[in-house]
């Protein structure tokens, strides 16, 4: 079923399209339910908001240097291995959940909000941002070893990542871990 409004777009139990190209300019993206969508090419500038649910066979979502406003909600894509993502604008927030087959999460200019969980084969995280107001949540992805920033984080909270070793300690403005080993050098 294809719905759209003036500047919206919602898909929902297509069970035909195995790649979607997003052109025309949108606010607000809701994609769920797809049973063979496999690609996501997101070629519209200024989004607001993105809901990516339950899309089973998803693969990859490629934001080709476009910009995201404010969310990207990524939830139950378990054959989600690669998300390429340029720019989150200020206030913006990435949330990936119960993707468990992602495996690197790389971001150019994150701005804000990272919120990962229940991510099985994730194993690093590479943000490459000065922004000192960058906020990383991470919570049950037992097979993350590393954060990569360049800069200072303002909040880091590490939950159920026993193979995350932290080694920039001093560079953090407010940490919260449970199960996580600190390295200080």
Known sequence: MLET?????????DNDTNEIKLLSPCTY????????????????????????????????????????????HITNCPKLNKIILNTLLPNAHLYVIDCSNIETININKL?????????????????????????ISVDNCELLEEINYNYKLAELIIVKCPKL???????????YTDNVSIYTN
């Open 5 to 13: 409004k003036q500047y919206n777009l919602k898909i929902t139990n």
């Open 111 to 135: 701005n804000n909000i990272l919120t990962v969980q229940n991510c099985n084969k994730l194993e690093t995280i590479h943000i490459n941002d000065e922004n000192e107001n960058l906020q």
């Open 29 to 72: 993206v809701k994609i769920d339910n797809c049973d063979k969508l496999q690609y996501i090419n997101i070629l519209s500038d200024n989004i607001e908001t993105i809901e990516l649910t339950n899309l089973l066979l998803l693969k990859e979502i490629n934001f080709n240097d476009k910009n995201v406003n404010q969310n990207i």
């Open 165 to 175: 070793k932290i080694n920039k300690i001093n560079s953090i403005h407010s940490l």
